[in-house]
């Protein structure tokens, strides 16, 4: 949710139900050329959203509350690279970022603008067009996803994925024990936009509880975390951070 204000569309409505066709999994990506083919295709149409959307004022607000030090670990699902648009520098990526593809075979990475402009030449002969989706993905027809013709690693030649956890798939344990130690050492937690309804964000507000922590919720909708929040405020990520920035700047005066 932290990001639908700058155009970047999320994969639930407010009460937590899925909106739009079903993602592509983790195992399916490495399982099958279809669905890799789909993916790089959809992706594609994608991509100039997301590399063109700007930060909106919940990603400045972050920021300055972080600067302040009312914020001391910023952890995020979202993976547009928009918290470090607005000038954070330490942010936790749960689930990746977009800007980076990883070779399957050799490890290589590559920069996805750099992909996109080897994957415009290579598709130059279909006429694509779609609607946009969540974290850069496109609903196209399938007879052209099935024309369109995808890029490999530029040294060895093997299977390229974006560097984000799809999925079913499995988020860095090393990172995970990362933020259950933060929130050990933490006043509280606070949940900005997340409906929660995956386990690999949920648990960090059930470690808090068994930790003592308070959680507090800001989002317009429901979240998996209700029934064990200490607060929510049901509003906008984009209209209540600035307010807030803006009395507690002015209180410190």
């Not at 959307?53 to 699902?77: C, D, F, S, W």
């Not at 993976?79 to 977009?98: I, K």
């Not at 080897?118 to 130059?124: Q, V, W």
Request: aromatic share 8%; hydrophobic share 40%; proline share 6%.
């Amino acid at each position: 949710g932290c990001s639908l204000a700058s155009g970047i569309p999320t994969y639930r409505r407010e009460n937590g139900d899925w909106q739009g066709r079903n993602p592509i999994t983790h195992q399916d990506f490495l399982d099958t050329f279809e669905t890799r083919q789909r993916y790089w295709a959809r992706s594609f149409m994608g991509w100039p959203l997301m590399s063109t959307a700007r930060p909106n004022p919940a990603h400045r607000a972050l920021k300055e509350l972080v600067a302040l030090g009312k914020i001391e670990t910023l952890i995020t699902q979202n993976v547009d690279s928009l918290h470090e648009q607005a000038g954070l520098t330490a942010v936790e990526h749960l689930h990746g970022d977009l800007r980076e593809v990883t070779c399957l075979v050799c490890g290589a990475s590559e920069p996805r603008t750099q992909l996109q402009v080897r994957l415009a030449k290579l598709n130059t002969h279909l006429d694509l067009d779609g609607e946009i989706q969540p974290d850069g993905d496109a609903e196209i027809p399938l007879e052209v996803i099935q024309q369109f013709k995808i890029a490999h690693c530029l040294l060895c030649g093997g299977t390229l994925k974006p560097n984000v956890v799809f999925f079913g798939g499995k988020v860095d344990p090393t990172l995970v024990q990362s933020i259950y130690h933060a929130i050990e050492q933490a006043d509280a937690l606070w949940v900005i936009g997340s409906s929660l309804k995956l386990f690999s964000g949920y648990r960090f507000c059930r470690h808090a509880v068994a930790f003592g922590k308070p959680i507090a919720l800001l989002n317009p909708g429901w979240t998996r975390a209700d029934p064990i929040a200490d607060l929510k405020i049901i509003q906008p990520a984009e209209i209540i951070l600035p307010k807030l920035l803006s009395r507690l700047t002015n209180s410190a005066q």
